[in-house]
């Protein structure tokens, strides 16, 4: 499928959540940990030959160990030389039945880095990410015009998934890419991956619950204009939203005072 795209002009190509997987987080399973790999181990290894080899950069999923024996839901950005840019962590972990993801995974501890490839900046996001609004905009105002959502999700909630990335493309002036497992059982994956341009308007029919190869075009000028019709990035105000950030504590010790 990587070679399909890349011979079809695609210049970046994502997977869905965890690809390379079945569903582990389905259920709580000690034994699933020895699933896990370093960020430099051979799934990392072998994508970045692929990626020379059609000189097409890659957003690879990945169940990633770390040196410190702590397990990340992550995502490693590989350039069309092969290279490894960097990786994101899933900052947001859910635990929901058949999404058992806070007995495997511990919190991305490396922010929302922004990578650049085809000229093009762009950040990742993974899953439960979607419906956090200040990922979204820590990856806008680090410069991403384009945001990877690699999920893992039914076909119940399609609705959703398609109301919530709108506003987060419209929002923020991003193009936003989403894409979604397929197949298995308990849960089913249900595929319906898709675009949406910086006004949150869906670029194509969304996909069906097939695996299959979707294309989508970026352009940057797009961005651009809409950030200077709707400037909602220019009007912003930081300095009003103390309370996005304040712990607990300092929320309580405010309250006393």
Known sequence: MIELAAKNGAGIVAMPELAFWPWFPAKIDKQAFHLAEPADGPIIETTCKIAAEFSVAIICPLFES????????S?????????VLGKYRKAHVPQLPSWEEKFYFAAGDNGFP???????NFGVLIGWDAFFPEAARA???????????????????QDVWERALSAMALYNGN????????GGKEPSFGGGSFGMDPLGELLDHPAND???????????????????EWPFIRDRRPDAYRVLVESEMEKREGTKE
């Open 114 to 120: 922004v990578f650049s490839a085809c000229s093009l």
């Open 210 to 228: 097939q695996e299959g190869v979707m294309l989508f075009s970026i352009h940057t000028d797009a961005v651009d204009l809409h950030r200077k």
């Open 75 to 83: 995502a490693v950005t590989i350039d069309a030389k092969g290279s």
């Open 66 to 73: 770390d040196p410190k024996g702590t397990f990340f839901n």
């Open 175 to 182: 193009y936003i890419i989403r894409v979604n497992r397929t």
């Open 139 to 157: 990856l806008t105002l680090s410069g991403a015009k384009l945001i990877f959502y690699l999920t893992a999700a039914t076909s119940a909630n």
